[in-house]
């Protein structure tokens, strides 16, 4: 079956390239009149393969789903939609819409599916995609360039090597291939495209996209655009002393080291938390300068949106883009700085617990998307990485003990969740986030999750509370029990991080419970 339609791909192959002429032209408003994927898309639309639709979105960066994939091939091949001979699968009916074309697709023995399943919603990597196009059209060869990734040991080189050797795509130096990624909708295209019609085949390198992981909804989201943000109670509340805090880029050293006691003290009631740089959020609102946010991750039972609070407008940005299927690089450093991409100068300091996710990477870089400057670079031992967030593993006790500890000493800030400065609940809140628990952001909510825990049970890495009136009142502290009767807190404004005994004057009076999140 693989054979005859090869021949009949040739034989349409050899007609079209001799008269190849194409005009540039709209062709998805998405995609630019002028660009390389134009002309592609525009050879597919002559084979029947793609639809040109100048009023709809191509979606190039998204991630190309089995069932588009197995759609876009059946129209390129000219095969007919299969009514009859239906194959069976447990994750998709055979009266389903999609069925017609996975069954021409199944009977061409060109997808088939795996352990009874089709997955029609199913990503694909790049080397599942290459290995599906060169088995159809038969490609072969080798070439002297290679991949930095795809050695001559590889499972996929003689793949890549007939791709590269057919000029489908050419590596640069030191480009890597990356086999394991979600192959985009836009690169799927380019190349079967190449493959039938060798006038558009390319003769060098191509400028990578870092943005392939990226994908582009159409749909706002806001995201947190400095290193870190202060949720005011209201808005326009900040002084003229708090302006390093409230600019774009903020200052937050200058800005703590400046205040007096009394003028952190001031704070108090007055700002309600902090987010921090790429963190998305929700817009409630906007008065003249300032907006009303939602920190999207920082729980409270009021607000489904998350933690409220007023910022300057400067603070957030909107984008459209997901990054779902992106690495997400978690920030380990107390503090590190993010490069600029060409000249490797120093772009902005950013806190540790910041998440931001991550384009590319090399031997000593992660790439990272900023909410609104483009790629920068991160120090790889400055941060550690995952596919997924619920990837993280489980901390141990002592591995969060371990990471407050590094903290002793910081000078405490009222509503802090950054390493400029902490409040009692907002440490314990960024060393859980870091190692992939995201816990109530405030005390008194901290208190009512995990699993509830008697004194005489305490383990290190409890998360131990007190409360006014005697402990029977509302939760005003936290700390991180560390076993033998201490607890490592944030006390006060006046205070820096700190172990000592929780058996003790007003902590002894007022301890009101504990709870376990490990």
Known sequence: MIKKIVLQMLV???????AVSISQAQVFNDVPDDSKLTEELMVLSDYGGITLTPNKAFRANNPITRYEMAEILMHTLQLEPEYNNIPTYSDIAANDERMPVIAAIFNARIMVGYDGKFNPDGKVTRAQAIKILAQIYGLTGEASQEYVDIPKNHNDYKTVQAFIANQIFIPAKNEKFKPDVNITRGSF???????????????????????????????????????????WHQSNQARELDYPS?????????????????????????????????????????????????????YVPYLKAGYPGWVP?????????????????????????????????????ISYATILP?????????YVETPSDGIKLLKKSDAKSYQKYSDIAKPTADTIIKEAKRFLDLPYLWAGTSSWGYDCSGILYG???????????????????GKAVAKKDLKPGDLVFFAYNGGKGQVYHVGLYVGDGKMLHAPHYASKVKIESMNQGAYKKNYSGARRYL
């Open 12 to 18: 349409i192959t050899i007609v079209l390239t001799s």
């Open 189 to 231: 295209v380019s190349y079967l495209a190449r493959i039938i019609e060798p006038a558009i085949r390319i003769t060098e390198p191509e400028q990578p996209v870092y943005e392939s992981c990226a994908i582009d909804t159409g749909k706002k989201r806001y995201v947190v655009d400095v290193a870190v943000t202060n949720l």
């Open 246 to 298: 409230t600019k774009n880029p903020v200052e937050m050293q200058k800005w703590i080291s400046s205040l007096s006691l009394a003028q952190k003290k001031w704070l108090v009631g007055k700002t309600d938390t902090q987010a921090l740089y790429g963190d998305e959020v929700s817009l409630l609102d906007t008065k003249g300068k300032w907006q009303r946010i939602a920190a999207k991750d920082q």
């Open 313 to 349: 407008v400067t603070h957030v940005v909107a984008t459209t883009k997901n990054y779902d299927d992106c690495l997400k690089a978690i920030i380990t450093a107390k503090k590190t700085t993010l490069l600029d991409d060409e000249t490797k100068k120093k772009f902005l300091e």
């Open 358 to 366: 991550v384009i590319e990477e090399d031997n000593t870089y992660y």
């Open 431 to 449: 060393v859980f986030r870091t190692h992939g628990i995201m816990i109530p952001r405030d005390s008194f909510y901290q208190a009512t999750g």
